[in-house]
């Protein structure tokens, strides 16, 4: 046995053993390519132990097989194995071979690194000596692949834009067109008209570019930019266009693609902080966020890259009425149940300190606490299944906001069923008040109401009901079809408006879809005008 205090190992030895402490699991694998036949090792001996009846060069009846595995059984060279032996009973290639010598030359190094060199025997010192000699190419060859792969890392680590950020893009082109059946419709007193029969096919594009950046592994800084080709929505054109309730987007507005209208510079789309508090709650602060980031989601009727393209069917229109602005969301699984808890905070004015007097339907006080703002909660049932699968899931939604001095108190339902892998059913209803202030809420839609005074509120009423085909004639593709009102309430116009919208999304790869998707809009605008149809052809890219 060698003393504790170390002698000098054989020179040869010495650089076997520096040559060892460079290898990294990366050159192991990459050296396994070097053999026709071979497997990567360590991890392909570790992980199955007839590995090496697959290589050849070195028989397990040769000295230098028998040499390693004695190593190998003595100083645990290479874990995996429950009695911690080198295995097998049949040839070895010698690159393979040589990367288990390494990792033998590792371990008898850190051996001896931690002072315990008295636990390594002058004969298994001799033995390594011999070893390294004999297999001095294939090491020699390894630590070339290794200086060629540290050269790569190193150019790597110099050249990468953020070890805590990650840059993911999303780019949306459609090409619109549609018309109405008709070469002028009712459009309400405050809006523009002209030929509004027909429009011009359109296209419409929009870029997303989002750095996800965390610094702990469960936290988010999202930071997104976008822009697009300021394309405007052929359901605007076809109705004549113009605002029909002041503090309300929906009607014909709930029918236009949710991502036109954007403009040629890039603006910041979201700026928020996601973190963790505790086990089971999660947070999120932000100077631009969107509440139907966190609330209102749905599998099927949610997002208009993938599904739906129009408002109404992405989200709950009297839920968020205002949805986007600075705020915080609160995202609470109530003991790790089937329960979860949310709610969540926006202010669409929170830049601004002064009052706007210039603003619809009188002055509004602004910043933070001020109009326009929106509050939500929402309770969540989302039973799971042996796959720890959510099918079903039903969210309880109430909303207090205040838009251009109109209140809004509302409350919804939104729901959705896997029926099976190939059928789904969604829907979302909402219901509510939303009143003027003490002020005759028909100076605030004169051209809307139908006979004598409204009063100071209206009772207004939205649905959406629809069907989804999972993996419909190809895995991955989508078909669906729903049908909504987005304002139902007898004072407003003299009908109500209905949007019907199917789609078709085909996955072209992993990272490009297109979708066809047709629309109808019947009664537009809460009147008895002809019915609008808009086809539009949506391809979509990812990166």
Same mark, same amino acid.
């Given at each position: ?5 170390? !002698?000098?190992? %054989? ?37 199955? +132990? ?6 050849? $060069? ?6 230098? #097989? ?23 009973? !049949? ?28 636990? *390594? ?25 290794? &200086? ?10 110099? !050249? ?14 459609? *090409? ?17 008209? /002209? ?21 702990? @592994? ?9 822009? /697009? ?17 002041? /503090?309300?987007?929906?009607?014909? =507005? ?19 902080? $996601?973190?963790?508090? =505790?086990? $089971? ?21 949610? &997002? ?33 149940? +089937? ?13 601004? %300190? ?28 989302? %039973? ?9 899931? +039903? ?15 509302? @409350? ?55 069907? +989804?085909?999972? &993996? ?10 729903? *049908? ?8 407003? =116009? ?22 066809? $998707? ?16 808009? @086809?539009?052809?949506?391809?979509? #890219?990812?990166?």
């Amino acid at each position: 046995m060698l003393h504790s205090k170390f !002698q000098p190992l %054989p020179k040869s030895l010495s650089c076997a053993i520096a040559i060892s402490a460079t290898i990294s699991t990366v050159a192991i694998a990459e050296v396994a390519s070097l053999s026709a036949q071979s497997l990567p090792f360590p991890e392909a001996i570790v992980q199955n +132990a007839t590995s090496v009846s697959q290589l050849s $060069d070195v028989r397990s009846t040769d000295w230098a #097989f028998t040499a390693l595995q004695s190593l190998v059984e003595r100083y645990g060279c290479i874990a995996g194995y429950p009695d911690r032996t080198f295995r097998g009973s !049949q040839s070895t290639s010698r690159y393979e071979f040589a990367a288990g010598l390494n990792a033998c030359l590792g371990k008898i190094n850190e051996i001896i690194s931690a002072g315990l060199a008295d636990k *390594v025997t002058k004969e298994d010192l001799a033995t390594l000596q011999r070893l390294q000699e004999e297999f001095a190419a294939e090491l020699a060859t390894l630590r070339g692949r290794v &200086d060629a792969l540290d050269a790569k890392t190193a150019k790597l680590e110099a !050249q990468q834009f953020s070890t805590t950020t990650k840059l993911e893009g999303q780019v949306i082109i459609s *090409v619109s067109g549609g018309g109405s059946g008709t070469s002028e419709l009712l459009s309400p007193a405050n809006a523009p008209t /002209g030929n509004v029969g027909t429009a011009n096919t359109t296209v419409i594009s929009r870029v997303r570019l989002d750095l996800n950046t965390s610094f702990t @592994g469960e936290d988010l800084l999202l930071t997104r930019l976008e822009s /697009g080709n300021g394309g405007t929505n052929l359901s605007n054109s076809l109705d004549g266009g113009g605002d029909v309730f002041a /503090g309300f987007t929906g009607f014909v =507005g709930s029918s236009s693609l949710d991502y036109s209208d954007v403009g040629n510079t890039f603006s910041l789309g979201r700026l928020r902080y $996601d973190f963790p508090i =505790g086990k $089971d709650i999660r947070a999120s602060i932000g100077a631009a966020m969107s509440l139907n980031d966190h609330l209102d989601a749905n599998s099927f009727a949610n &997002d208009e890259s993938a599904d739906f393209a129009i408002g109404m069917f992405i989200n709950n229109p009297l839920i968020l009425p205002v949805n986007d602005g600075a705020g915080a969301v609160l995202d609470w699984n109530i003991g790790g149940s +089937a329960f979860t808890l949310r709610a969540g905070y926006v202010a669409a004015n929170a830049n601004s %300190p002064t009052s706007d007097s210039g603003a619809p339907n009188g002055t509004i006080n602004q910043g933070l606490f001020g109009d326009t703002y929106q509050g939500t909660v929402e309770l969540e049932f989302a %039973p799971k299944n042996s796959d720890e699968e959510s099918p079903f899931a +039903a969210r309880l939604q109430y909303t207090r906001a205040a838009v251009n001095n109109l209140d809004y108190n509302i @409350g919804g339902l939104n729901l959705e069923w896997a029926v099976s892998k190939a059928i789904a059913l969604f829907g979302r209803y909402g219901f509510g008040n939303i009143s003027n202030r003490g002020i005759d809420i028909a100076s605030a839609i004169p051209s809307y109401i139908n006979v004598g005074t409204a009063g100071d509120s209206i009772n207004p009423q939205t649905w959406s009901a629809g069907i +989804a085909f999972p &993996d419909l004639f190809k895995e991955g593709a989508m078909g669906a079809i729903a *049908v909504g009102q987005p304002f139902v309430e007898s004072k407003v =116009g003299n009908a109500t408006q209905t949007n019907v919208e199917l789609f078709y999304r085909i996955p072209i790869s992993d990272n490009i879809s297109i979708t066809p $998707d047709l629309q109808f809009i019947f009664n537009p605008n809460n009147n008895s005008n002809s019915t609008i149809t808009i @086809g539009t052809l949506r391809t979509v #890219f990812t990166f």
